[in-house]
């Protein structure tokens, strides 16, 4: 089962990118796939407009059979073992991802992910009840994913 991130235009604050680069090299020995998406930027448009057209952009980069999972302030709080629970039932053939080809988890842009991608996904993740600032979101993120799949992999990253 692959797992595939799907992020929002570069990293900001640059100084995040070195971390970012550092959980991307790490989660690519699992199949894990990092993308950045070309975000839109904030116009005078209405802010629907632009989430609409960031919308389009994500859904063009899922496939059918995808198991979507949007990353959302007022999502399901996860714990590391849930995603290494669902990642271990995938691999098996089982759970929520029973018949799917791989996990997409998205991150919105500055606007947040607009209704649609949150309807849409087989799951909402909450990676804080804070909102957090795009490029602190994508570390936090990579490095759940990566500590998630150190304890699928039985890795002593993870300390118990």
């Given at each position: ?76 709080k ?28 998205v ?50 990253y993870?300390?118990?």
């Amino acid at each position: 089962m692959k797992i595939c991130v799907l992020l929002p235009g570069r990293i900001k604050p640059k100084a995040l990118a070195a971390a970012q680069e550092e959980y991307a090299k790490r989660l690519k020995g699992f199949c894990v796939e990092v993308l950045e998406y070309k975000d839109e930027k904030i116009s005078s448009r209405a802010s629907e407009q632009t989430k609409q057209a960031e919308v389009k952009r994500i859904f063009k980069l899922l496939k059918e059979g995808d198991y979507l999972v949007a990353c959302d302030e007022r999502g399901q709080k996860i714990q590391t073992l849930e995603v290494a629970e669902l990642v271990k039932a995938s691999r098996q053939g089982g759970g929520p991802m029973a018949g799917k080809r791989r996990m997409v988890v998205v991150i919105g842009g500055a606007l947040g992910l607009a209704g649609s991608v949150r309807e849409r996904a087989d799951a909402v993740w909450s990676l804080s009840s804070l909102v957090l600032a795009g490029g602190v979101a994508r570390i936090v993120l990579l490095e759940a994913l990566y500590r998630a799949m150190t304890v699928v992999e039985g890795h002593p990253y993870h300390n118990e």
